[in-house]
């Protein structure tokens, strides 16, 4: 018996395995109090189960949970720091307040169909809420996703640049996802879809919006001195009260601006 050290002893019965397994998790987690006491820092935990599992603020940073299932997981207030996510099922996982800087998420699965209704979308989109994400890298399908408060400085969302040219291969999908307060400064989102996305009093200075498909989204409030919407459709797009409007790029080269600024 091994109570009240039994993240020691998980480890050392995996110790020597090229991975530890589900169960090993499961028992290290129920057995751990709650708080970053949990260290899996650099753990390869890819193509596990670990759905509906309570991490507790576990320290994740560096972990590989490539392709591991995580639905109804609760990673809130975690460290999860240059963590890779790449494919891994997060449907309804909550990730508010946890830490993702550097991390990846490279398409991963969001929903259980490819028919999504507006309460589906809902329900199963994870929660990004207050999360720190500054240089994440995000691609693929995060419609109606809630990242209000989040600090996605220098975030990717789609493809990054190579060799002084835009590779849009990837997008990201964040149809009527929330932005609300979140600060994006200096992040990239070219080419992402985000019809009907609110960005209501968000830090968007410097963001990189080219080819974004923008229309009906909401940016009351916001700030978006030097924010670029080359070639972004801005159609029916709502500035109501935004600052830096006058500061931004390529709003002549934008698509259908004056949509944007008709009397409401």
């Known amino acids: 018996m091994c109570f009240g050290a039994a993240l020691a002893c998980v480890f050392a019965v995996a110790a020597g395995a090229a991975d530890l397994t589900a169960r090993d998790v499961t028992e290290a987690l129920f057995s751990t109090p709650r708080g970053p006491s949990l260290d899996l820092s650099g753990k390869d935990l890819s193509e596990l189960d670990l759905a509906g599992l309570d991490f507790k603020g576990a320290r994740l940073a560096g972990a590989d949970l490539f ?3 995580l639905t109804g997981a609760h990673l809130a207030a975690s460290d999860l ?4 996510l790449d494919r891994a099922t997060i449907t309804g996982a909550e990730f508010s307040s946890a830490n993702l800087e550097g991390a ?3 398409r991963p699965t969001v929903f259980t169909s490819l028919e999504v209704d507006n309460y589906q979308a809902r329900r199963e989109a994870p929660r990004f809420a207050g999360t720190r994400m500054a240089g994440a890298h995000v691609t693929g399908w995060l419609d109606r996703t809630d990242f209000r408060w989040a600090d996605l400085t220098g975030a990717t969302f789609g493809a990054r640049e190579a060799k002084n040219h835009v590779q849009l291969a990837v997008r990201a999908s964040m ?3 929330d932005f609300s307060e979140a600060t994006l400064k200096d992040a990239s989102l070219v080419g992402a879809t985000l019809v009907f996305a609110r960005f209501i009093g968000a830090d968007l200075r410097g963001t990189d919006l080219r080819g974004a498909d923008l229309s009906k989204a909401n ?3 916001a700030d978006l001195a030097g924010a ?5 459709n801005l159609d029916e797009a709502d500035f109501t009260g935004a600052r830096g409007f006058a500061e931004m790029k390529g709003l002549a080269l934008a698509h259908n601006l004056e949509r944007a600024l008709a009397p409401r």
């Open 175 to 177: 149809v009527g996802a």
């Open 104 to 106: 990846t998420l490279l």
């Open 67 to 69: 392709g591991a299932d």
């Open 228 to 232: 670029d919407v080359t070639d972004a």
């Open 219 to 221: 940016f009351s409030g």
């Open 81 to 84: 720091r240059r963590a890779r």
